[in-house]
């Protein structure tokens, strides 16, 4: 098979975590005789310094035209640090997912039982924990009117959904529980927010539509302090793009780094597929960086993508193995050898 894959490094340890991937991916593509393409383009705060835009139109172009989108991440401390600056790379991340249609944002969270105990919560409350959270990305505050008023002493974001954007992650919510354990638990804030009380009655008038799946209702507090306490009770949850970008990242440290948990956002033109890190600048060009959660992305997309699931199977399998054999960056190595971001994926590449 040809594989046509665009190749967003974007900023920080980007592009030393995709360029393991890359090296994952290509040794999975010769061992079962694909043809990769990787076409490289700009994003983020690199793109803002080539050209002044972070999400350029020939960057858009090249997505557009790709099966597939393997991204690492974006941000720099002088946008972070500067709260007055009027090109962000951020809003680069926002354009893409508005223009390539991201509308949902697939964040699976799950455990390694080699690194069981290097999770912050105590192991019997979160043995047996695989919960994906689905994130509406397109709507919602980070794309509602926004703006400063009375010289600048009064901000508002405004928090709009229509009832289309609710049902389209809702269907895909049902869908992903019906292959699963036939849960789907809805996140919202209905007691307050009138957004959350349309999201709610859209949800219960599709549940005729798959009488096969126990759906529940939970507001995103309660469900925040569920996930500290019991994880493992979740299956498939469905929630709004601001609830979502917090709860993904409170779920992701479950299994004991950042540095681990892959995603994916389906898109209506292509989908894209990242680790949940973000940029981490402070480790730039240290190659110290994990790589497994841009590596387990790209599994994710051999499957999600191409319907390649015996690939997806092996680049899993291998990077379980590094862990219990112990090749591992910094942030897990504890008092043992820690490897360098490059030589893990030489190592995953080697055993595949």
């Not at 597929?273 to 480790?283: D, N, V």
Request: hydrophobic fraction near 40%; include cysteine; glycine fraction near 8%.
């Amino acid at each position: 098979m040809k594989l046509n894959i665009a190749l967003l490094a974007g900023d920080g340890i980007g592009p030393e975590v995709i360029d393991q991937a890359v090296k994952v991916s290509n040794a999975v593509a010769q061992k079962f005789n694909h043809e990769i393409v990787w076409t490289s383009a700009l994003t983020g705060a690199c793109a803002i310094d080539a050209v002044g835009e972070p999400y350029p139109d020939a960057t858009h172009d090249i997505c557009m035209a790709a099966d597939a989108v393997l991204f690492g991440a974006i941000g720099h401390p002088r946008y972070d640090n500067d709260p007055k600056a009027t090109v962000r790379p951020e809003q680069g991340l926002l354009k893409m997912r508005k223009k390539l249609g991201l509308f949902a944002n697939v964040r699976p969270t799950f455990t390694f039982p080699s690194l069981i105990d290097n999770s912050p919560l105590k192991r019997e409350r979160i043995e047996g924990t695989d919960l994906i959270i689905l994130r509406e990305l397109t709507g919602g505050i980070y794309f509602g009117e926004r703006g400063r008023k009375d010289d600048g002493n009064t901000a508002f974001d405004t928090c709009t959904y229509t009832r289309e954007e609710v049902q389209r992650l809702a269907k895909l919510g049902f869908e992903m529980a019906m292959t699963r354990s036939k849960r789907l638990c809805c996140v919202d804030k209905a007691n307050v927010l009138e957004t959350s009380r349309l999201w709610r009655e859209t949800v219960q008038d599709m549940e005729k539509d798959f009488p096969e799946v126990t759906v529940s209702y939970e507001f995103v507090d309660a469900v925040a302090m569920r996930l500290v306490q019991w994880p493992n009770s979740y299956d498939v949850l469905i929630t709004e793009n601001l609830f979502g970008d917090i709860l993904t990242d409170e779920a992701s440290v479950i299994s004991g780094s950042m540095g681990l948990m892959p995603s994916a956002s389906i898109g209506v033109h292509t989908s894209l597929f990242e680790p949940i890190h973000g940029s981490y600048p402070q480790a730039a060009g240290k190659d110290i960086a994990n790589p497994l959660a841009t590596v387990l992305s790209a599994a994710m997309m051999f499957e999600d993508a191409f319907g390649l699931k015996e690939e997806a199977e092996l680049i899993r399998a291998v990077v379980n193995k590094s862990l219990a054999e112990g090749i591992v960056t910094e942030d897990l190595s504890g008092k043992n050898k820690a490897y360098k971001t490059s030589e893990v994926g030489d190592w995953l590449a080697k055993n595949i």
